[in-house]
């Protein structure tokens, strides 16, 4: 791979800092780990009529996959109860470990307290002494911990609605929502996230529904289904001063709710929608009207975006050049540009390379920002994603005023 391909896609690497060699030695080596996201599933039931911890499903886990010649290295098992040492050398007998792999993964109140629990079980020590790696110093946990400390002890709560059509599946939105774990860490803020149904939303219901949220974000979807709700939601976010995320399809929705409602273009829609539409303000990407055969063709992978000097998203990112992923197939119309721009819209974030309007936001409004682009895939505990993090400070302020 080129050294950019190796940049846009890295996420997709195992570890793009070890050489060929590494990589090799890396994808050979193998220790199996029994429930910790491996194969089988390694629960230690508690029954309360009798008090006891059942090894049970565990071993009949281990048994079958040893059935299909596979051997568990490492036992990590889910438990309400501390597992006594009895249960763990009756389970390392059984299941044909040693007793120092098997790792008690004890109910956390989140998950990001997992790690310091699996530190404590010695699953670290265990697992490099499987591939026969040295055992360095103990991880240094101080940031993680600051970041556990602010999560558990927010000084204020705002309650954001997530406007969207796969609501009823919520890992749908898993990494916006854990976006908003990172984000509201930072802010040291408790943010409870208000799923909203798209397809339930109109110009009619949207108070109703709307009124009581310090914000909202209009979530990144395909389809025309729920797309009017999604519009009326944006309308009454930018008429009410309600700070306002559209992520991908949300910053579409933005721009046509913007097109038709400000710019008087009243069947402003996207190709996507509505393929006859006089006004395409949204329209598919120029490198995709030729392709039939859909599936590999969306523009996918990290991209270049320069930012307008002076504009929030300028003030969000304290940068003029930045790269974010990417998921979409559809784009900004810049033979609309001109006319939106004229009408107040700021077209604050343009892709260097095809002259794609990135980033969109209002001037007079507390915080209004839609981006192409996908924020949320690149927000980790960290260094949470600053979009996020600025619009959970909107919100505190919205609350607060």
């Not at 265990?126 to 999560?151: C, E, G, I, Q, S």
């Not at 960290?382 to 302020?397: E, R, T, Y």
Request: glycine residues 6%; charged residues 25%; contains cysteine.
């Amino acid at each position: 791979m080129s050294p950019e391909e190796i940049n846009r896609y890295q996420k997709q690497l195992a570890i793009p800092e070890w050489d060929a060699v590494k990589q090799m030695r890396l994808k050979n080596a193998h220790v199996l780990i029994v429930g910790a996201g491996g194969l089988g599933v390694a629960v230690i039931p508690y029954l309360a009529a009798s008090g006891e911890l059942k090894t049970k499903p565990t071993q009949h886990s281990v048994k079958t996959l040893m059935e299909s010649g596979i051997q568990a290295d490492i036992l990590v098992c889910r438990t309400e109860h501390e597992l006594s040492d009895e249960l763990r050398q009756k389970l390392a007998l059984f299941c044909n470990v040693k007793r120092e792999a098997v790792i008690q993964s004890i109910d956390a109140s989140t998950i990001y307290e997992v790690p310091n629990l699996m530190l404590e079980e010695g699953l670290d020590v265990v697992a490099l002494k499987k591939l026969n790696l040295p055992k360095k110093a103990a991880p240094d946990l101080k940031n993680w911990n600051t970041f556990l400390h602010r999560l558990k002890h927010p000084k204020q709560t705002v309650n954001v609605g997530l406007v969207g059509k796969y609501v009823e599946l919520q890992d749908s939105y898993k990494s916006i929502l854990e976006s908003f774990i990172h984000a509201g860490a930072a802010n040291q803020t408790k943010v409870n996230v208000i799923s909203i149904h798209s397809e339930y939303l109109d110009a009619k219901t949207a108070e109703e529904q709307l009124k009581d949220l310090d914000g909202i974000l209009v979530a990144p979807g395909f389809g025309g289904r729920g797309i009017e709700g999604k519009i009326d939601t944006v309308r009454y976010a930018r008429e009410n001063n309600i700070p306002f995320f559209g992520i991908c399809l949300g910053m579409q929705m933005a721009v046509i709710e913007y097109s038709r409602n400000v710019l008087g273009l009243k069947d402003a829609n996207s190709t996507e929608m509505n393929g006859k539409t006089k006004n395409p303000v949204i329209s598919i990407m120029e490198d995709q009207k030729t392709i039939t055969d859909k599936g590999g063709t969306m523009r996918l992978g990290a991209w270049r975006c320069d930012i307008k000097a002076g504009t929030l998203a300028h003030k969000i990112y304290n940068n003029t050049q930045i790269t974010e992923r990417h998921r979409h197939r559809y784009e900004f119309n810049n033979k609309f540009r001109e006319q939106l721009e004229k009408a107040g819209l700021i077209c604050s974030g343009i892709n260097p390379e095809t002259g794609l309007v990135e980033i969109i936001e209002l001037e007079n409004h507390p915080f209004f920002i839609g981006v192409q682009y996908h924020p949320e895939y690149k927000s980790t505990v960290a260094n949470p994603h600053p979009i996020f993090v600025s619009f959970v400070a909107a919100m505190v302020k919205h609350k607060n005023k």
